[in-house]
């Protein structure tokens, strides 16, 4: 079983960083970052594998936010850079997304979610 506590949103100004963090209990393999806008379905934003070190990011955040992880305090952070007003929303970490053809799939456990919220 796998638990997860995510932090770190906030209100910023279009232009602005922000950094998310999420804290695992348990093993996982994969970690990602999924949002959801007000009005819109749960999106891809970044994921984080173990093994390799390899990162993903959807096309709207890439070059923008930066997907880390911490082994040894079994976290994941999300840095985030030059904000932009779409960048609102509940920002959900996951345990153990999938990708299939090119679309990644969240695992079954998330974190609570932390808004983030960009003003222009």
């Known amino acids: 079983q796998v638990t997860l506590k995510d932090s770190g949103g906030g209100v910023v100004k279009a232009g602005g960083s922000l950094q998310l963090s999420c804290t695992a209990s348990?093993?996982?393999?994969?970690m990602g970052w999924f949002r959801q806008a007000p009005g819109k379905e749960r999106e891809f934003v970044a994921a984080f594998t173990t093994l390799g070190g390899s990162t993903f990011y959807a096309e709207s955040v890439k070059f923008r936010f930066t997907i880390s992880r911490d082994n040894a305090k079994n976290t994941v952070y999300l840095q985030m850079s030059s904000l932009k007003p779409e960048d609102t929303g509940v920002y959900y970490c996951?345990?153990?997304?999938?990708?299939?053809?090119?679309?990644?799939?969240?695992?079954?456990?998330w974190g609570q979610g932390t808004q983030v919220t960009v003003s222009s």
């Open positions: 996951n345990a153990d997304p999938m990708e299939y053809g090119g679309v990644w799939t969240p695992g079954n456990h």
């Open positions: 348990g093993r996982t393999f994969r």
